[in-house]
């Protein structure tokens, strides 16, 4: 009968309180969770050659897509300090003719080229697994004919030919004399000389990075005359809509002397990236070279659009402002407003909340750009320390009953940032004590509980 006592006690103590049972997800959790997810990116690129393309696929991988091992004590070549390892290998195969369903019959299907990219990643850190915003990058490329193509790349991770993700694209490969629209390539770092052009792919798909300056390469039909090109980028309304606003962000006339002709194209992994150099010839395919203001961009999405000389739409392309590291409350314009409870009042509040998500937004950006410290730059400093410190509430005082920023010990950190000192007593028969120091006040906390409740008992300034 003991026992039974025992097991019963247990059970109880496994079983969620009522509150923590109850407790739902708030919006910004719910933001969390769909934010939290890995990122792989994939840009395809097509260079007019003599006879058809240089086509190739670049891949960029973040850490924590990757499934890492521990580095065992009988591994050879490892290098030092290194503690995970994650072996990869990325597969490329290229079938003729275009996929019209997700089910492919391998039977009607010619493969014309296939290659793998092998890679053993090691990091010194279980954090480093985990990163955002670390990566692998590659690149596959081969020559192709003019016509219809399919491709897949296949990840094959962590030693398993069991594990393994896929992306199928559809390619059109068009004769370079017959084509008549524009391509976009997104670079950073171009220069060029009289004799070759260098530069690096940004190779975040269809992103480009918020508050960086970026170059673009545009791909322009074969033509003998000295025509003029129109680069115009708008930024896009917000929510799903397709519509732009009315006035460009950005205008650029290209003229003769930012067109160039090249040909003998190279794509490689670099350190520092996926390279891109061409050499210039009086033949070969055209390309106007643009570099772009970004970080005077909103964080945003825009369409880059380019015309002719009749204001003739031959090209486009959509791309996002991509904030790696973006506080998870500025992903959603209401929970961004609802945050601001913490340092506003309850009449300003209800003023940012009121209206359509486009009037949320223009007031919500009056408000900080009104208190940015540095007015000439897009960035705001001041807002990204609010809305980090919030993050690192929520990462660091949750409890199963709380999220972390509705705690006093979340919003103390809001509101005056990380304590010059911090100590922790253990008086005796009396709660846990923490006692965090500031230049201008003190704060004392109380535990009220085993699980990391502190509840503030004492301010002194």
């Not at 299907?109 to 990643?121: G, K, P, Q, W």
């Not at 997104?186 to 480009?208: A, C, K, M, P, Q």
């Not at 390279?275 to 010839?281: G, L, P, V």
């Amino acid at each position: 009968m003991k026992h039974l006592y025992i097991v019963i006690f247990i059970s109880i103590l496994l079983i969620p309180t009522v509150t923590e049972a109850q407790r739902q997800a708030t919006p910004y959790e719910a933001l969390l969770q769909r934010s939290d997810q890995p990122n792989s990116y994939i840009t395809d690129v097509l260079l007019p050659t003599e006879n058809g393309a240089t086509a190739g696929a670049l891949f960029r991988l973040d850490y924590d897509l990757i499934p890492f091992l521990r580095v065992r004590p009988d591994m050879e070549g490892t290098p030092e300090g290194a503690k995970y390892f994650a072996p990869i290998q990325m597969g490329i195969e290229i079938f003729e003719g275009r996929v019209r369903s997700s089910r492919r019959n391998s039977s009607n299907s010619t493969s014309v080229f296939r290659d793998s990219y092998l890679d053993t990643i090691y990091v010194s850190s279980f954090e480093q697994t985990r990163s955002r915003l670390q990566h692998v990058q590659g690149v596959l490329s081969t020559e192709l004919e003019p016509g219809s193509y399919n491709y897949e790349l296949q990840l094959t991770r962590a030693q398993s030919t069991q594990e393994r993700s896929s992306t199928r694209r559809n390619i059109q490969i068009p004769a370079y004399d017959t084509l008549s629209s524009a391509g976009v390539m997104l670079l950073s770092d171009v220069s060029s000389n009289e004799n070759r052009v260098t530069g690096t792919f940004l190779n975040y798909g269809e992103n480009v990075l918020y508050g960086s300056d970026y170059d673009m390469m545009i791909l322009l039909p074969k033509s003998e005359a000295d025509d003029e090109y129109k680069v115009e980028i708008y930024r896009m309304k917000s929510g799903r809509s397709d519509e732009m606003v009315s006035d460009p962000t950005f205008e650029y006339t290209l003229t003769s002397d930012d067109i160039i002709s090249g040909t003998n194209y190279q794509m490689q992994r670099e350190s520092d990236g996926v390279t891109f150099a061409m050499d210039i010839t009086t033949g070969g395919g055209r390309f106007g070279i643009v570099s772009v203001p970004n970080t005077g961009f909103e964080n945003a999405r825009y369409r880059i659009q380019i015309l002719d000389s009749d204001d003739e739409i031959i090209g486009s392309k959509t791309v996002n402002s991509r904030w790696l590291d973006m506080p998870v409350s500025l992903l959603n314009i209401d929970v961004a407003i609802d945050m601001m409870r913490f340092i506003v009042s309850e009449s300003e509040l209800d003023r940012l909340d009121d209206g359509s998500s486009a009037a949320k937004e223009r007031k919500f950006r009056e408000y900080w750009e009104q208190r940015d410290p540095t007015p000439d730059t897009e960035f705001n400093e001041l807002m990204t320390e609010f809305y980090g410190r919030i993050d690192y509430a929520y990462r660091n005082y949750t409890t199963p009953q709380m999220p972390g920023f509705e705690l006093d010990q979340g919003q103390a950190y809001i509101l005056y940032g990380q304590p010059d000192n911090i100590e922790r007593r253990l008086p005796t028969n009396q709660p846990t004590q923490e006692i965090w120091e500031y230049p201008n006040r003190t704060l004392v906390f109380e535990a009220t509980s085993g699980f990391g409740d502190f509840e503030l008992v004492s301010e002194r300034q």
